[in-house]
C-alpha cells in the first residue's frame, strides 16, 4: 500500500542547475498538487492538476513546471534552481471530493547553493 | 481568496494535561470541510481530524477534538491527556472549492514537557 511516493529525500543544486522531483500515487485519485513548505508560512500550493493532461497554477507557480501524462504520475521541473527556492516540497492527492484529505509523500528537502 | 490563520506559532504542555490550538478561517461557502494535520521531526504530514462545517456536532478522534464555532469562522484544536509523541507541527487546513487546493495556515508548534 505505497500511496504517494516522492523522491529524491534530499538534494542540493548549485544556482542556475535544473531537476526534476518525482510524484507518484497508485490510489488512482485525480487531483494531485505540489506544495512547498517555508518556515512560517504553512504550505503553499505551487501547481495542481485535477486529471491526466490538465495542469493549472497555484499561489507561488514561478520557476516551476509541472506535466500529467497519466493518472498516476506529476513530476515538477525546476528549470533554473535559485536560493530562494531552498524549501522543503510535497506532493499530494486526493480523489477531489469535498470530504477528502490530502495524502501527502514524504517531501523533498532542497538546498539550493 | 481563503486565508487560514493561526495566531500560536509555539506551545507548550505538560504531558498529560489539555492544550488547545487556535485557527481562524475566511471563506465564503456555506458548505466546507476543514482539516488539521500533525507533521512530527520525520516530516511527514498525518491527517489527525476533519469537519465538515454544515455539522453541528464537534468531530472527535479518540485523545483529539475540535471546538467549531461556524460563525465565528474559528476552528480549534484540543489535544486531551498529551503524550510525548504528540509534539510536531500542527496546521489547520481550509480546502478550496470541490475538495482541492488546501489553504494551509503557518503551523503551531507543540512542545509536551515531560
Known amino acids: 500500500n505505497a500511496g504517494v511516493t516522492q523522491t529524491p529525500k534530499f538534494q542540493v543544486l548549485k544556482t542556475g542547475q535544473s531537476m526534476t522531483l518525482q510524484c507518484a500515487q497508485d490510489m488512482n485519485h485525480e487531483y494531485m498538487s505540489w506544495y512547498r513548505q517555508d518556515p512560517g508560512m504553512g504550505l503553499r500550493l505551487i501547481h495542481y492538476s485535477v486529471g491526466a493532461g490538465i495542469t493549472d497554477q497555484g499561489e507561488v507557480p514561478n520557476g516551476y513546471n509541472v506535466s500529467r501524462s497519466t493518472t498516476e504520475d506529476f513530476p515538477l521541473r525546476l528549470l533554473s534552481a535559485a536560493p530562494s527556492q531552498t524549501s522543503v516540497y510535497f506532493c499530494a492527492s486526493s480523489s477531489g471530493t469535498q470530504n477528502s484529505p490530502l495524502h501527502f509523500g514524504n517531501g523533498t528537502r532542497l538546498t539550493v547553493t | 481568496a481563503q486565508t487560514v490563520t493561526q495566531s500560536q506559532p509555539e506551545m507548550s504542555v505538560q504531558e498529560a494535561e489539555t492544550v488547545t490550538l487556535s485557527c481562524t478561517y475566511d471563506?465564503?461557502?456555506?458548505?466546507?470541510?476543514l482539516f488539521w494535520y500533525k507533521q512530527p521531526p520525520s516530516r511527514q504530514m498525518i491527517l489527525v481530524i476533519r469537519?465538515?462545517?454544515?455539522?453541528?456536532q464537534n468531530a472527535t478522534e479518540n485523545r483529539f477534538s475540535v471546538n467549531f464555532q461556524k460563525a465565528a469562522k474559528s476552528f480549534s484544536l484540543k489535544i486531551s491527556d498529551s503524550q510525548l509523541g504528540d509534539a510536531a507541527m500542527y496546521f489547520c487546513a481550509h480546502p478550496g472549492g470541490y475538495g482541492q487546493n488546501f489553504v494551509f495556515g503557518p503551523g503551531t508548534r507543540l512542545s509536551v514537557l515531560p
Open positions: 469537519q465538515e462545517a454544515y455539522k453541528q
Open positions: 471563506t465564503s461557502e456555506s458548505d466546507y470541510y
